[in-house]
């Protein structure tokens, strides 16, 4: 069974409700249990799960300490082209944007591996618009040897592609790919995918299946908080991770959880969650997943950044550029996909992880391990 067939078995609007009605005692029964069915789950990112949020957080916290240590990883993203060949209603990088758009040569990447590894990162995730024609394999071939040469692990968050390509960019030393549905409800992805390859959910959601039949490293999952009732999808998320892990069990996980922030386009997200709902829905996959990464971007504040690492998250990006040529053409301007909130240096943001009592590692996975 594929995950697209899976999701054929899940009512949304039964889902929803579902969550919605779940009780005091419901939340009370998931936070006794040692291993959490998918019930378990809903109860804890219910409403009724709200006042239990310092529970949770200790909760969280106690296993993530117990499986990934006093330890912080940290990574930083490369965006390599803006081009795109979607209508995104909420993308800053959609086609319909009057934006000016570039796609960096071999000079211009060579220039920002250059100034990434002045900061200290080794782990980089490479990010483009979805343009399979002009940012596509034979592009890939040609920047993957230069930045293989200067990260020992490099992350890719790029359209979806074939089994057999990605069986291609393993070779070439891709380790991981994140690839977000943006939203696990069909109906409101087609109100908000109005051009492009990308208007094909199925083909979408069948990604992660095709990356786990290709042997790919990890495997990065999501869904763009904003879009739909963000507990419902969530679920969603949760229930993709079950079946990823029961199906490819030789390849790790993460989730991140991208909040709409304001780019090109001024789109207005449908479900607004607010910090202490991004904390409760942190801890319910720590409690849910113990095993799971869980990543936190520059899309959230200093300040929230600061209090919510120690609970469960086992990543974080700094000092990030969102436009390509960022990092070494400082000058550049209006290329960006959104706008990022915390501004941190690097070094800063390390600064601030070490008096919270945490080991910085600039890395996630070291070449000589890789084989190439």
């Known amino acids: 069974m594929s995950f697209n067939e899976r999701l054929q078995q899940i009512n949304w609007d039964e889902s929803r409700l579902s969550i919605m009605s779940k009780t005091t005692a419901d939340v009370e029964r998931a936070l006794s249990r040692q291993r959490l069915s998918l019930d378990d789950f809903q109860a804890l990112i219910s409403p009724a799960a709200e006042p239990f949020l310092e529970r949770l957080a200790q909760r969280s916290m106690q296993l993530t300490r117990q499986r990934f240590g006093h330890t912080m990883q940290m990574y930083i993203p490369l965006y390599l082209s803006n081009l795109c060949a979607n209508i995104c209603s909420y993308c800053g990088f959609s086609i319909h944007n009057k934006i000016r758009r570039t796609t960096l040569s071999s000079e211009q990447l060579s220039a920002e591996i250059a100034a990434i590894k002045r900061m200290g990162f080794d782990h980089v995730l490479i990010v483009t618009g979805e343009s399979e024609h002009r940012v596509g394999m034979a592009y890939f071939r040609q920047v993957l040897p230069l930045l293989k040469q200067a990260f020992s692990h490099i992350s890719m968050e790029v359209q979806p592609l074939d089994q057999h390509e990605y069986e291609e960019l393993i070779e070439l030393g891709v380790d991981a790919v994140l690839v977000y549905q943006e939203t696990y409800n069909p109906i409101t992805y087609a109100k908000h995918h109005l051009k492009g390859k990308k208007q094909d959910f199925h083909y979408r959601i069948h990604t992660t299946d095709r990356l786990g039949a290709a042997g790919i490293h990890k495997i990065g999952i999501g869904a763009l908080i904003g879009l739909e009732d963000w507990r419902t999808d969530c679920y969603h998320v949760a229930v993709h991770l079950d079946y990823l892990q029961r199906t490819y069990w030789k390849t790790k996980y993460?989730?991140?959880?991208?909040?709409?922030?304001?780019?090109?386009?001024?789109?207005?997200?449908?479900?607004?969650?607010?910090?202490?709902?991004?904390?409760?829905?942190?801890?319910?996959?720590?409690?849910?997943?113990?095993?799971?990464?869980?990543?936190?971007?520059?899309?959230?504040?200093?300040?929230?950044?600061?209090?919510?690492?120690?609970?469960?998250?086992?990543?974080?990006?700094?000092?990030?550029?969102?436009?390509?040529?960022?990092?070494?053409?400082?000058?550049?301007?209006?290329?960006?996909?959104?706008?990022?909130?915390?501004?941190?240096?690097?070094?800063?943001?390390?600064?601030?992880?070490?008096?919270?009592?945490?080991?910085?590692?600039?890395?996630?996975?070291?070449?000589?391990?890789?084989?190439?």
């Not at 997200?269 to 869980?294: G, H, W």
């Not at 990543?315 to 209006?334: D, I, M, N």
Request: aromatic share 8%; hydrophobic share 35%; with cysteine.
């Open 254 to 372: 993460s989730i991140s959880f991208p909040r709409l922030r304001p780019c090109a386009g001024e789109f207005q997200p449908k479900s607004i969650m607010t910090d202490r709902q991004l904390v409760q829905l942190i801890c319910a996959y720590r409690l849910f997943n113990p095993d799971v990464e869980l990543s936190l971007s520059t899309r959230e504040s200093a300040h929230f950044r600061n209090n919510v690492l120690p609970l469960g998250i086992t990543s974080l990006s700094a000092g990030s550029s969102t436009q390509p040529g960022g990092y070494a053409e400082e000058s550049q301007q209006a290329l960006e996909q959104f706008e990022i909130s915390d501004e941190r240096s690097p070094a800063v943001m390390a600064n601030v992880i070490k008096q919270k009592g945490f080991e910085v590692v600039w890395k996630d996975w070291d070449r000589s391990l890789s084989g190439l």
